[in-house]
C-alpha cells in the first residue's frame, strides 16, 4: 500500500494484511439472550479459519446481547474480534465512551456502520438517533486514536487502538456514486473497507476497475463480501426484499438446476468460485465470509476455497 502509516493497531487483521497475504474473516451473530454459550459455539466453528470475526450490532435492527460484550466473549475463545458499531443507536457521548471501553478491553478491530433503520425490525418504533453519520464516526475515531482528542477537540488520556473498518456497497444506485462514495471513506480515515454481499460479478469487476483508476485501491484494504446461498427461496429473497442486494437471475437459474439436495452445496460452489477470482483480483485483498446462522459450515467452506491454513497470530 502506497499511503501506510506507522500506526500498529495490534490488529491480527492489520498484520496480515499490511503483509499482502490474502486476509479472510468470518462474521458472528450475538445471540438474543444472554446465553454465552450461543456465542462459544459459533465460535468453535470460526478459531482457526478466519483471521477477524465481526461481531454484529442490533444486525436487521433486532435487540441482541451488545457487540462490545459478545467480542470479549470471542476474545476469550481465541478469536479476534472486528467490533462493529452503527449510528442507529447511540449519540457521540455514548460512541465515544463504547470506543474507549472497546479498546481498554482489548477489541483491535471496528467496523464503522449507518446502521438498517428500525423500522426492520423488532422494534419499529424506536427513535432512530443517527446524531452522526458513519463517514463523521470512521472520522471520529481516527481522530481519537492518531490525534487523541474527542470529537469535541478536548484531549483524551490513552487514545483507542483500532483497525478501523468501513463497509461499501457497490450495487446501490446509483451505482456511479459508489466508488465516490468509498473514497470519502478513505479519507475519513477508514483503514479497510468490508462489502455488500457480492452476487453480481460483473458489477462488481466494474465497481473495483473504477476503484483501482481512482488509485482507491493502494489507500484502502478492500475485503469483498460473500454470502452463500442455502436454498432458492433465500436466493428470491435475497433479490426480491433486501435492499442494496443484487442477486442475478443467473444464480437463481443455477440453484434451480440440482437436485433440492444439493442446492446448499450450490451455493457453496458458487461462493468458493467467487474467493478463487477474488484472489486474483487487482485491489481486492480479502473475502469477508458472512454465513449467516451456518457457522458451522466455515470450516468446509474454507477448506473448499483453498484458504486454510490461516497464518497463526504472533
Not at 263 to 291: D, P
Request: proline residues 5%; contains cysteine.
Amino acid at each position: 500500500m502506497s499511503t501506510e502509516t506507522t500506526f500498529k493497531s495490534g490488529s491480527n487483521l492489520e498484520k496480515i494484511l499490511k503483509s499482502g497475504q490474502f486476509a479472510f474473516t468470518g462474521e458472528l451473530g450475538p445471540p438474543r439472550g444472554t446465553d454465552v454459550n450461543e456465542v462459544r459455539e459459533k465460535a468453535k466453528f470460526l478459531k482457526g479459519n478466519v483471521d477477524s470475526v465481526n461481531i454484529t450490532d442490533n444486525q436487521t435492527a433486532m435487540v441482541r446481547m451488545a457487540s462490545w460484550a459478545a467480542s470479549l466473549i470471542a476474545i476469550q475463545e481465541g478469536l479476534e474480534p472486528n467490533y462493529q458499531m452503527v449510528c442507529r443507536d447511540r449519540n457521540r457521548l455514548a460512541m465515544q465512551a463504547d470506543i474507549l471501553g472497546g479498546s481498554a478491553l482489548g477489541i483491535r478491530n471496528m467496523l464503522c456502520l449507518s446502521g438498517d433503520h428500525q423500522k426492520f425490525g423488532d422494534h419499529p418504533d424506536a427513535k432512530g438517533v443517527f446524531d452522526i453519520d458513519s463517514i463523521q464516526l470512521i472520522s471520529m475515531v481516527k481522530q481519537m486514536r492518531d490525534e487523541g482528542k474527542f470529537l469535541s477537540g478536548e484531549a483524551l488520556h490513552g487514545p483507542p487502538q483500532f483497525f478501523i473498518g468501513a463497509a461499501a456497497n457497490p450495487f446501490a444506485d446509483p451505482f456511479e456514486w459508489r466508488v465516490h462514495r468509498l473514497a470519502k471513506k478513505i479519507a475519513a480515515g477508514a483503514d479497510f473497507i468490508q462489502t455488500q454481499c457480492i452476487y453480481n460479478m460483473e458489477k462488481f469487476r466494474e465497481f473495483i476497475r473504477l476503484a483501482n483508476e481512482e488509485g482507491l485501491t493502494d489507500k484502502v484494504y478492500i475485503l469483498a463480501g460473500v454470502t452463500p446461498m442455502k436454498s432458492v427461496g433465500m436466493a428470491k429473497y435475497m433479490k426480491n426484499k433486501v435492499p442494496g442486494m443484487d442477486v442475478p437471475d443467473d444464480i437463481i437459474k443455477r440453484l434451480q438446476g440440482v437436485e433440492k439436495s444439493q442446492v446448499s452445496q450450490e451455493g457453496i460452489n458458487i461462493a468458493c468460485e467467487q474467493i478463487e477470482e477474488f484472489k486474483g483480483m487487482k485491489g481486492v485483498h480479502g473475502v469477508h465470509l458472512m454465513a449467516i446462522e451456518w457457522e458451522h459450515k466455515v470450516p468446509e467452506i474454507a477448506a473448499q476455497a483453498k484458504v486454510l491454513p490461516r497464518p497463526t497470530p504472533e
